[in-house]
């Protein structure tokens, strides 16, 4: 797939075939993650994969804060990728300041840009992949034992699609796009 392809056809995959992901796969994927951009090329996004049933189980079961559809995607997927980011590096100074109004918000924006990176990856090489945003990842984070240091920031389920979505309806671009004069 050439870039614009991949941007158009990756799909939120919610169904995945019982079937793992290599390791080495996983590697790659993040290894052209990396080239994502980040605040002062601070590379705070850090990957943490989930492979045990029983710890999936239990984040399906017990955190996904009552959303059917988390807990079913969740359950079923082979692996699940804990996006995190460092604390106290995007938006800030070495002195511990912030660089600008938005503060350690930027955090936010690094790990975006990280997580669509990652999913593109993916598409690339016919993994699915869907970005969750609602779980407690406070939870998530003493489960696993993630560093005092990192804040989880997303789940991302992966695996060989089971499903070929269709793309929800996008905006038109007179919506999106307005030029200042
Ligand atoms: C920040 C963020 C949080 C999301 N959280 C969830 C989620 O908790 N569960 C889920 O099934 N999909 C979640 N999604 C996926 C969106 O629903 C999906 O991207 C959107 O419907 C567009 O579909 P597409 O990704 O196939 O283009 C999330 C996406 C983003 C970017």
């Known amino acids: 797939m050439n870039t614009l392809e991949c941007i158009r056809k990756r799909r939120s995959v919610r169904k995945f075939q019982d079937k793992k992901v290599d390791r080495a796969v996983i590697e790659d994927i993040v290894a052209d993650a990396a080239f994502a951009p980040s605040w002062k090329n601070t590379q705070c996004a850090r990957y943490h994969v989930v492979e045990d049933r029983a710890v999936l189980e239990k984040i399906a079961a017990e ?40 503060g350690e918000s930027w955090l936010m924006f690094d790990a975006g840009i990280a997580a669509q990176t990652f999913c593109l990856a993916a598409a690339e090489r016919g993994i699915g992949s869907v970005i969750m945003g609602i779980f407690d990842a406070e939870k998530v984070a003493e489960l696993l034992h993630i560093p005092e240091n990192e804040t ?30």
């Open 152 to 181: 989880v920031v997303c789940l991302i389920p992966i695996g060989y699609p089971d499903e070929t979505p269709i793309a929800p309806r996008r905006k038109a671009v007179r919506e999106l796009l307005s030029f200042c004069e």
């Open 63 to 102: 955190y996904t804060l009552g959303f059917a559809y988390n807990t079913g995607t969740i359950a079923h997927a082979p692996q699940v990728v804990v996006l995190t980011a460092l604390r106290g590096r995007s938006g800030m100074e070495k002195d511990g300041s912030a660089s600008t109004a938005k």
